[in-house]
């Protein structure tokens, strides 16, 4: 069984191909690419979803989901 976070071949928020690098949204699961990863960083709500990844993994959850995505950070058609 494959880890549905490196099956992912292209950025459920634009669409790039994920080929060229990935990382972990820091607002939910979602594999990203590295052009919504500096989006997510320009985000008003980036330090909160930070702060709360890391009291998650300082009480012992390594499966915390995040806070959840923003609506303007998900993709639009």
Do not use: Q, W
Request: proline share 10%; glycine share 8%; with cysteine.
């Amino acid at each position: 069984m494959s880890d549905p976070f490196f099956a992912a071949r292209t950025c459920p928020r634009c669409g790039a191909d994920l080929a060229g690098g990935r990382t972990m949204s820091r607002f939910n699961t979602d594999p990203i690419c590295l052009a919504c990863t500096e989006a997510e960083r320009r985000h008003p709500d980036y330090a909160k979803a930070c702060e709360a990844e890391l009291a998650a993994v300082r009480a012992g959850d390594r499966n915390f989901p995040g806070i959840g995505l923003p609506p303007d950070l998900a993709r639009r058609p």
